[in-house]
């Protein structure tokens, strides 16, 4: 229980002084994931809303596929990516391998399905809704997928925020495709993971709690966003 | 927002890029609080950003083969002279030493403080069938670890002996929670900080003697790595200034390391 308290304040300390280190990492930690999520956000609504209005052969398999795959272990997507950016795996010559850019490849496949299916979900519901309006005024399916995803935007923002959850505490993969390098690729997640090694309970807890402050305030923030955006209810 | 963001990508993005080289290191060697001493005066001197990989010695030497590192510190002579043979690495440098401690409950159940080697006191653990944590990572360490075994001839494997594939740090917060013998570098003992009911039982034996050695990535193999500087790096490190450094690393009053680099062999 001391510990918990010695972590508490460690953390209180660490967020009041403004340590240099702490700042690098935590903006690190939002790059990384920040970036991954808004990739994953432009690839996976769309394909979610495409799911939810396009009827085609295997369309049931592939939507179950992508709600396995919300279940995808980190550390194995963190290995593949490892083969995949190591200088002898088949893209080793970028030289991306332990850069924030491969953690933000190994981010991206982690989190892509996992907002893809929520909103393809989100995206069901309006249609079903929408279906007859939509078919009525003979609009084409580009604009049909525009106006759910526009018409969705809370629940698609609901998506991005799920895949953000997971990818601000994803430690698997970006260990091992990031290298956890000081200055570098040292994110919070990865730095609490040392510190445990370390034996260093206090700083990795308050590392910890600084990290948990940090996705509620990302969520805060998107969520006054949203709100201030939207012109009256849809 | 976006203005902001876009601000914060840049200054990180640009941040980044002095002239950096990627070293493999173990996790015995950055837990012992050394590399935080070291790095900075590399940086000084040679404006050389070192980063560095915290792995066990044998994903240090698979990150050299695959030469996703330019150079590699590690700890396991037969190894390390198998991966320059092979020719991932241009030659071996000792560059210090240290040794190997074993650690365990403070009231030593296995009575391995009075052992006369490091060999005995794993055969009096496994005689008193005390619980033992092993790295099980293919580290330097658990080479070290396995060799011992052999050479104390007693038979491990029972419900006492636990791998936990992990780092020296990790493992020792396994041993700190069940109260369990552990082979440890003296470093990363020294350095830990959740000793709990433990105590370091056992050192002095010569077959605990810890070598770590600097090799270079072999350029012939991989064109990318950064010979010249993993070539400053080395010359650094058997300098005079390295040898301050090293000698002069303390904590509680205790020395970790000793210089002894000498010419490439």
């Known amino acids: 229980m001391g510990e918990i308290w010695e972590g508490l304040s460690a953390g209180f300390w660490l967020v009041v002084t403004l340590d240099a280190d702490l700042v690098e990492i935590t903006l690190r930690s939002l790059q990384v994931t920040l970036s991954a999520v808004v990739i994953a956000s432009v690839i996976g609504l769309p394909f979610g809303a495409f799911l939810a209005i396009r009827r085609f052969r295997h369309r049931r398999a592939t939507i179950a596929v992508l709600n396995a795959l919300m279940g995808l272990p980190p550390v194995v997507v963190g290995l593949v990516v490892y083969l995949l950016l190591s200088r002898s795996g088949p893209f080793g010559v970028l030289g991306l391998l332990f850069t924030p850019t491969a953690m933000i490849i190994a981010q991206v496949i982690i989190i892509t399905p996992l907002i893809a299916s929520i909103a393809h979900q989100a995206i069901r519901d309006i249609w079903a809704e929408y279906h007859d309006l939509l078919i009525s005024l003979s609009t084409s399916k580009r604009q049909r997928i525009k106006t759910l995803l526009w018409d969705g935007r809370r629940a698609l923002i609901t998506a991005s925020l799920a895949g953000f959850g997971r990818g601000i505490g994803e430690v698997g993969a970006i260990m091992i495709v990031g290298g956890n390098i000081d200055n570098a690729t040292r994110v919070l997640t990865t730095a609490i993971a040392l510190e445990t090694g370390k034996g260093d309970f206090a700083l990795a807890l308050g590392l910890g709690f600084v990290l948990i402050a940090l996705a509620i305030a990302v969520n805060l923030a998107i969520h006054t966003i949203g709100r201030t955006e939207s012109e009256g209810k849809w | ?265």
């Open chain 2, 1 to 265: 927002m976006i203005r902001i963001f876009a601000v914060i990508f840049t200054v990180l993005g640009s941040a980044a890029w002095a002239e950096s080289l990627k070293l493999a290191v173990t996790t015995s060697f950055h837990n012992s609080g050394l590399s935080d001493i070291l790095l900075p005066a590399i940086k000084e001197d040679t404006d050389i950003d070192v980063q560095l990989l915290v792995v066990g010695t044998g994903q240090a030497l698979r990150l050299g083969e695959a030469g996703d590192v330019d150079a590699i510190l590690v700890h396991s002579r037969a190894a390390e002279e198998a991966f320059v043979a092979a020719g991932y690495g241009t030659r071996r440098r000792e560059i210090m030493y240290n040794d190997f401690v074993m650690i365990g409950p403070a009231d030593d159940p296995a009575r391995i403080g009075e052992a006369g080697t490091a060999a005995d006191a794993l055969a009096l653990i496994a005689q008193a069938q005390a619980t033992f944590v092993s790295r099980g990572d293919d580290s330097g360490t658990h080479k070290k670890e396995l060799s011992l075994w052999d050479a104390s001839g007693a038979t491990r494997g029972g419900d006492w002996y636990r791998p936990v594939g992990a780092g020296m740090g990790a493992a020792l917060n396994t041993a700190a929670g069940m109260d369990a013998y552990i082979l440890a570098d003296r470093a990363s003992w020294l350095n830990f900080g959740n000793k709990a009911g433990l105590d370091l039982l056992f050192a002095g034996d010569p077959a605990l003697f810890n070598q770590y050695a600097y090799i270079p990535v072999n350029p012939g193999r991989h064109a990318h790595v950064k010979a010249d500087l993993a070539i400053a790096l080395e010359d650094w490190l058997t300098s005079d200034r390295a040898k301050e450094l090293i000698d002069n690393y303390m904590i509680n009053g205790e020395t970790l390391f000793t210089f002894n680099a000498t010419n490439p062999s």
